[in-house]
């Protein structure tokens, strides 16, 4: 039975989380937003999904409490509570590259990158919870990193993966290993009889305390810094991240004090208060400034389509949150490398929304989730044992 409800949730698990990819990369593709500028910020977004995240945990929590759970199980403990935390800090980072990777890339070219993380999780795993490293492990952590190899051969033309994606996949397989362990912890630490809507629920209320102070403190550093006014811009960069992402009225408006010399747009000195105001504003809903736009812009945005994609997003959210927390009574590594066999899946649907896909993602994608499935080819042999709780 405990394996039907283990392959049930992973299930559950990848479908969410394949819907999460495309509906996010959906969110942020002009032709699917109205044709018009995005308009909105991966901070505005990591805001609505969260709100849309926690709204669909705090209804969970309301149907538990009507049906008779005592109040009390809401409360996890301050061991728990203080994983939760960290993971909500962590959480929101990785979200907020999961709305800024796919303005630039489909899914299918950065994804297999994310799940690197994956090949540290079974040390983790014997270190923290004393949980077995079996040989299957070796196996599938190998066709993991041969799959993700194969997938990086001759990528695309126009899809190679640039300093600032770099590092982006980086930050976010440090938060995602960080989450896949302290959600064990989480588990491991709650009080008696606390379940995962109310783990969700309280881990949505620090994320939206993280992102809300995010999206109201890094624009007033922007501001003080004068980082959306510069006094000079390269040609190719001012073309591709400015000029080619506002309209042609506040086109016209910024070429009259930025002039092209020796490949450079220059900014014209001493202009009124109100004129640089106004640059700055325009500046600043384009992704001049790559660190600071990731948190511009109101929470209320002109443009709502990318808002509906992003509350699909969170319900899908909630669901795999729920799941995650499910599972996480087991060690990380006996069945988070499984949640991600949608890998597999994504290329063929991004060849269904016109996208470029190569003959070496499709493979590196199946030999990726061949080495993920490996891990539960000795089931007959080895039983999934729950990680012991510190409070019984």
Not at 10 to 27: C, E, F, K
Not at 100 to 114: D, G, T
Not at 176 to 192: D, E, F, G, M, R
Not at 327 to 344: E, G, R
Request: hydrophobic share 50%; glycine share 6%; net charge neutral.
């Amino acid at each position: 039975m405990e394996w039907l409800i283990l392959i049930l949730w992973l299930s559950i698990i990848n479908g969410a989380l394949g819907g999460q990819y495309v509906l996010n990369w959906m969110g942020n593709q002009p032709r699917f937003v109205g044709d018009k500028l995005i308009g909105v910020s991966p901070g505005v977004m990591t805001w609505w999904r969260e709100l849309s995240k926690l709204t669909w945990a705090v209804i969970a929590v309301i149907i538990e409490l009507m049906r008779g759970k005592p109040v009390k199980y809401l409360w996890p403990g301050g061991l728990s509570m203080a994983t939760i935390v960290i993971c909500a800090f962590t959480g929101v980072i990785e979200n907020i590259g999961f709305f800024y990777l796919p303005r630039f890339y489909s899914p299918h070219v950065y994804a297999p990158f994310i799940n690197i993380y994956l090949a540290f999780l079974p040390f983790f795993g014997k270190i923290l919870f004393n949980a077995p490293i079996r040989k299957e492990h070796w196996i599938g952590i190998a066709l993991v990193i041969i799959g993700i190899s194969i997938s990086r051969y001759k990528v695309t033309a126009g899809s190679e993966l640039d300093f600032e994606a770099i590092l982006w996949i980086v930050i976010i397989n440090g938060c995602l290993l960080s989450q896949q362990v302290l959600n064990n912890k989480t588990v491991q630490t709650a009080l008696p009889n606390v379940g995962p809507n109310a783990l969700v629920v309280w881990r949505e209320i620090w994320k939206m305390l993280f992102i809300s102070a995010a999206i109201f403190i890094f624009p007033l550093i922007a501001e003080i810094t004068h980082a959306h006014i510069p006094d000079s811009v390269e040609k190719e960069r001012f073309n591709k991240e400015v000029l080619a992402k506002v309209n042609d009225q506040d086109k016209a408006y910024l070429l009259q004090y930025y002039t092209l010399t020796e490949g450079e747009y220059v900014l014209t000195q001493n202009l009124p208060v109100e004129t640089q105001e106004m640059i700055k504003s325009i500046n600043a809903k384009t992704d001049l400034h790559r660190f600071y736009s990731l948190f511009e812009g109101s929470i209320i945005p002109d443009n709502w389509w990318p808002i509906l994609f992003v509350v699909a997003a969170g319900l899908t959210g909630y669901i795999y949150s729920f799941g995650f927390f499910k599972l996480s009574k087991f060690a990380a590594h006996f069945w988070v490398p499984y949640t991600n066999i949608y890998l597999a899946i994504l290329p063929f649907v991004m060849l269904l929304f016109g996208e470029d896909v190569t003959v070496p993602q499709i493979i590196g994608a199946v030999v990726v989730t061949a080495g993920l499935m490996v891990g539960v080819s000795d089931y007959k042999r080895n039983k999934v044992v729950e990680i012991e709780k510190k409070f019984k």
